[in-house]
């Protein structure tokens, strides 16, 4: 029906036209250079008309043919632009199939088609030539290529990550922290930008901005809650070791205390608070605070600490002390083990070998490292047995390794715990396990880091979150 109105009311204008100079008649006469025409009104109209048609169609050719060169430039400028564009697309896709000297051809392409068309020169082509150097292992050029990437509002970002990534390969935490401040004023919320500045901050010891990185992180969802529950308790251990070094001995319990709080099973927060309370001469509310945590998690480390609260006590009383423990965990056998070391100190014979008997019969598997030798020095102190001892050993050395902290980033082993990997300085990343003799011992910072494997960085992917466990 929209079609059909225009086209009736143009017949209706025309009919109405053709009425009014029907019912008025009369005569136009011309005069010009002698002669004289007289015409009718309706066909000077219509001649008129016709002369107006007739100009508009010549103008209309002329506007066309003095237009025809621009727009074919623009066409063509257009025709390059899609070109350039699919060389991007096509360099793009090329990184991710990890052809670099393809990705190379189709960014010099894309230039080429930008250029001849006269165009400005779209941003993310600085981050196909980055992502093309760095698969050749051009480094300089990719850097290059991020910090242009900062003087567009469009790229700072991307260059941002590129250069956070690059710093952290080569282990320049404080550039790469410094860089990663200001792409947190730029996207605060962004997950990456949160778990990379949490990580640097922590390498850096910068507890209390952590602190405050920590809460925003959880806040915003990069790092779950019970995640960033246990992340709270090793930063506020951290901060606690720091205030003791530095004397201030009760902003250190304080903390203590507050981790302790936070995860009452977490072996590193209890045997830290237990041991300062015993430096505060308050030894029984440590060794209340580490029977709480063996009742959620019989740590041996822990063991190790209530027997060292319990110094001052004889072996005989200490041995009673530790019953306490195995009645706490009656069926782990690091209960029997723990009770079965300090009847070995005591001397007291059958309740070793009680103890250690029933560590070996609920044990999951093959008799432990430790219980072997443990068994080893029982048969030699027991009945003097050289020959059975030496039998124990030789199932000792036959056996896995017994547990020991182990980094879930870099498969470096350590003795004790610490907040940062001794090794690659990874956060929260040590994990109480056997570890696997199999397992490399090399590191990548970057790699510990969020944002991925460096040998394959792509600052437009998603990154993911590898700040650890323990």
């Known amino acids: 029906m929209r079609r059909v109105l225009p086209g009736l009311f143009a017949i209706a204008l025309v009919v109405a036209v ?21 015409i009718a009104v309706g066909i000077a109209a219509l001649a008129l008309l016709v002369v107006v048609l007739i100009l508009w169609l010549i103008f209309s050719v002329l506007g066309r043919l003095l237009r025809a060169p621009r727009r074919y430039a623009g066409r063509r400028r257009d025709q390059r632009r899609l070109e350039g564009y699919r060389a991007l697309t096509s360099g793009l896709v090329a ?48 850097e290059g290529e991020f910090s242009a990437m900062l003087g567009d509002p469009e790229t700072e970002f991307l260059g941002l990550r590129g250069l956070i990534l690059q710093a952290l390969k080569r282990g320049d935490d404080a550039t790469a922290l410094k860089l990663t401040a200001r792409a947190t004023q730029l996207k605060p919320s962004t997950p990456w930008v949160l778990q990379s500045q949490l990580a640097l ?25 019970e995640t960033g529950r246990h992340y709270q308790a090793t930063l506020l251990i951290a901060h606690s070791r720091q205030a003791a070094g530095e004397g201030h001995a009760r902003d250190a319990l304080s903390y203590a205390a507050q981790a302790h709080g936070l995860d009452e099973g977490f ?9 300062l309370l015993r430096d505060g001469n308050k030894t029984q509310k440590g060794l ?25 006590e004889a072996p005989v009383q200490r041995l009673k002390r530790f019953e306490r423990l195995v009645e706490l965990r009656p069926s782990d056998p690091e209960s029997h083990l723990a009770a079965g070391a300090i009847a070995l100190n005591a001397r007291l014979w059958g309740e070793a070998r009680r103890h250690l008997d029933r560590a070996g019969a609920q044990g999951p598997g093959p008799w432990s490292n430790r219980l072997c030798h443990l068994m080893a020095e029982l048969e030699q102190g027991d009945h003097g047995n050289g020959e059975a001892r030496q039998t124990w050993l030789e199932r000792a050395a036959r056996g896995e390794a017994d547990a020991t902290w ?60 590898v700040l650890g466990g323990g």
Request: charged fraction near 25%.
């Open 18 to 38: 053709a009425v009014f100079f029907a019912d008025r008649p009369g005569i136009v006469s011309v005069s010009w250079l002698g002669w004289r025409v007289d």
């Open 95 to 142: 990184i991710a199939a990890g052809d670099a000297r393809e990705a190379e051809r189709l960014h010099k392409r894309a230039e080429l088609m930008f250029r001849k068309g006269q165009l400005e020169t779209p941003p993310l082509t600085r981050l196909l030539s980055a992502q093309a150097a760095l698969m050749r292992g051009d480094g300089a050029k990719a």
């Open 201 to 225: 901050e922590t390498r850096a010891q910068e507890w209390r901005k952590a602190t405050a990185t920590l809460k925003q992180a959880v806040k915003k969802g990069a790092i779950s809650a």
């Open 267 to 275: 072996a590193p927060a209890a045997t830290h608070y237990a041991r």
């Open 288 to 312: 209340r605070a580490i029977e709480t945590a063996w009742a959620k998690s019989g740590h041996p480390q822990v063991a190790e600490t209530y027997d060292l609260l319990l110094a001052s």
């Open 406 to 465: 182990v980094c879930g980033a870099c498969g470096a082993e350590t003795q004790g715990w610490e907040p940062l990997c001794p090794s690659c300085h990874n956060f929260d990343s040590l994990a109480w396990r056997t570890p696997d003799r199999a397992e490399g011992t090399g590191h990548d910072r970057a790699a510990a880091l969020p944002g991925g494997d460096p040998s394959q960085l792509d600052p437009t992917a998603p990154a993911s979150a």
